[in-house]
């Protein structure tokens, strides 16, 4: 694990706190597998990845990357094609995340998409009704959490030398994803 961002001048001269926001990645055998981003914009991450398939990427900023409304977004979002797309979010945030935007653009690049927790953007109704879609936390033997529907909920990575193995759980989440009206994470 290495911290690839920010460095002392980055740090320095960043004008909002997400700017500097630590970007952490491991490498597996030589190549990046797992970035993980925090609030970083999704520019810095393109520019420190570029080119590049990492097996997850959590994020950025719970999956509405700070720089979304910029000209090259898309060329960005491009950039850096992750085979899954882990985004930690509330079903209450008042940010209005995740960017429905930003997972469809990962989808279409056949980026495997799931958020912890269900929103507004993708079936009001499971969020009104409070029912969670999957409730990993305590299939995992976690709490639960205290607000908010779990989608996904927690989602727990195995990493040995030669692979990283999700639980269980992966195929189960899609075939319930699937029944929901409007998923955002199958576009």
Not at 85 to 111: M, W
Request: proline share 10%.
């Amino acid at each position: 694990m290495k911290a690839v961002y920010p460095g002392f001048s980055e740090n320095i001269e960043a004008a909002k706190p997400n700017e500097s926001s630590a970007i952490l990645r491991l490498k597996q055998k030589g190549s990046v597998a797992i970035i993980w981003p925090g609030d970083a914009p999704l520019e810095v991450v393109s520019d420190k990845f570029n080119g590049m398939t990492p097996p997850m990427l959590v994020g950025p900023h719970h999956g509405g990357p700070v720089d979304r409304k910029k000209v090259n977004f898309k060329t960005w979002v491009s950039n850096v094609k992750p085979e899954r797309l882990f985004v930690s979010v509330g079903t209450k945030n008042i940010h209005d995340l995740p960017y429905p935007g930003y997972l469809k653009q990962r989808a279409e690049h056949g980026c495997h998409v799931a958020c912890s927790q269900i929103t507004k953007h993708c079936d009001n109704g499971h969020v009104n009704s409070g029912i969670p879609v999957l409730q990993t936390a305590m299939l995992l033997g976690l709490r639960p959490p205290r607000t908010g529907v779990p989608c996904r909920g927690p989602l727990r990575l195995t990493v040995t030398t030669d692979e990283i193995l999700p639980d269980p759980y992966d195929a189960i989440h899609r075939s319930k994803v699937e029944k929901l009206r409007r998923p955002k994470c199958l576009i």
